[in-house]
């Protein structure tokens, strides 16, 4: 039985990546945590323990801090003179471990029972990501969408909290917001338009989802060798009603045309223009 975790790899938040976890959760052989914000991150919280664990000692952290009683702090291994780890290899080990812990905890759902492959997805750290796809076979789906749709969403999601959140600072305007933003933004979409889709690799953005829901839908079953189900995330959308910022999903495209001001569809244009074209979005 191969186990597989699949990684969702975002240009941002409020990029689809909800969606994406929903539609996972459809295939019989995926386990999901069905929980909104689909943001229960095993894989990165294991990642971070197996770091710290092969870290070199603080000195801060000591032996005697280990047993310390009613410390519930933890750090490195606290001893200097190790001779029966590898500490060069300690944390890619630990990862490992780690990971078969998290499937024989899945198999033992019985959600992924009499399958060739169990699959877990998560929206992980991006150090996680890195870490694990080094010393394992995952799947990385690659996520975009139109950053200026996404700067609305941010702006709508966060009116609807009453919270700024997505790095957006207190009297923070529009136009800086925007240029902050661009400069991940940048990075990513040119990582995207370089990248060769295999068997680890898949580029979807959030609009062809939109548009043609079932033609992607196939086309990602296909590549993950799992059947996906649209219709489970159409029937779900209620349970996730206080992420949505439109009544209707193709409602959520090409939003930035009408709601955009000149001035910011501007600077979008100053400070990825060429990546946007480079990806397929329009630049008019």
């Given at each position: 039985m191969k186990k597989i975790p699949i990684f969702l790899r975002l240009i941002h938040g409020r990029c689809g990546s909800t969606l994406m976890m929903q539609l996972l959760s459809s295939g019989k052989n995926v386990?999901?945590?069905?929980?909104?914000?689909?943001?229960?991150?095993?894989?990165?919280?294991?990642?971070?323990?197996?770091?710290?664990?092969?870290n070199d000692p603080l000195s801060t952290w000591t032996n005697d801090s280990l047993i310390s009683e009613g410390n519930n702090l933890l750090g490195p291994i606290p001893y200097n003179d190790i001779e029966i780890f590898d500490k060069k290899n300690l944390s890619n080990e630990l990862r490992k471990r780690f990971l078969n812990t998290l499937f024989d905890m899945i198999i033992s759902k019985e959600k992924c029972l009499n399958e060739e492959c169990i699959y877990y997805p998560e929206k992980a750290t991006p150090q996680a990501i890195e870490n694990y796809n080094n010393i394992a076979l995952c799947k990385n789906i690659f996520l975009i969408r139109d950053p200026r749709d996404i700067f609305i969403s941010i702006?709508?999601?966060?009116?609807?909290?009453?919270?700024?959140?997505?790095?957006?600072?207190e009297k923070q305007s529009e136009a800086d917001f925007i240029r902050e933003l661009?400069?991940?933004?940048?990075q990513y979409l040119h990582h995207f338009s370089s990248i060769e889709e295999d068997e680890r690799r898949f580029k979807i953005k959030y609009e062809d989802i939109i548009k043609e829901p079932y033609n992607e839908t196939k086309r990602l079953s296909k590549w993950l060798g799992s059947e996906l189900d649209y219709d489970f995330v159409l029937g779900n959308r209620s349970n996730v009603k206080q992420h949505l910022t439109t009544k209707e999903g193709d409602s959520s495209n090409l939003r930035w045309e009408k709601e955009l001001s000149d001035e910011l569809k501007s600077i979008f244009i100053e400070n990825i223009g060429q990546e946007l074209k480079n990806v397929g979005y329009k630049t008019y």
């Amino acid at each position: 039985m191969k186990k597989i975790p699949i990684f969702l790899r975002l240009i941002h938040g409020r990029c689809g990546s909800t969606l994406m976890m929903q539609l996972l959760s459809s295939g019989k052989n995926v386990y999901v945590d069905n929980k909104y914000p689909y943001e229960n991150r095993y894989l990165s919280y294991f990642d971070k323990a197996a770091s710290i664990i092969g870290n070199d000692p603080l000195s801060t952290w000591t032996n005697d801090s280990l047993i310390s009683e009613g410390n519930n702090l933890l750090g490195p291994i606290p001893y200097n003179d190790i001779e029966i780890f590898d500490k060069k290899n300690l944390s890619n080990e630990l990862r490992k471990r780690f990971l078969n812990t998290l499937f024989d905890m899945i198999i033992s759902k019985e959600k992924c029972l009499n399958e060739e492959c169990i699959y877990y997805p998560e929206k992980a750290t991006p150090q996680a990501i890195e870490n694990y796809n080094n010393i394992a076979l995952c799947k990385n789906i690659f996520l975009i969408r139109d950053p200026r749709d996404i700067f609305i969403s941010i702006r709508e999601f966060n009116k609807k909290r009453d919270f700024l959140g997505f790095g957006w600072k207190e009297k923070q305007s529009e136009a800086d917001f925007i240029r902050e933003l661009c400069v991940g933004f940048k990075q990513y979409l040119h990582h995207f338009s370089s990248i060769e889709e295999d068997e680890r690799r898949f580029k979807i953005k959030y609009e062809d989802i939109i548009k043609e829901p079932y033609n992607e839908t196939k086309r990602l079953s296909k590549w993950l060798g799992s059947e996906l189900d649209y219709d489970f995330v159409l029937g779900n959308r209620s349970n996730v009603k206080q992420h949505l910022t439109t009544k209707e999903g193709d409602s959520s495209n090409l939003r930035w045309e009408k709601e955009l001001s000149d001035e910011l569809k501007s600077i979008f244009i100053e400070n990825i223009g060429q990546e946007l074209k480079n990806v397929g979005y329009k630049t008019y």
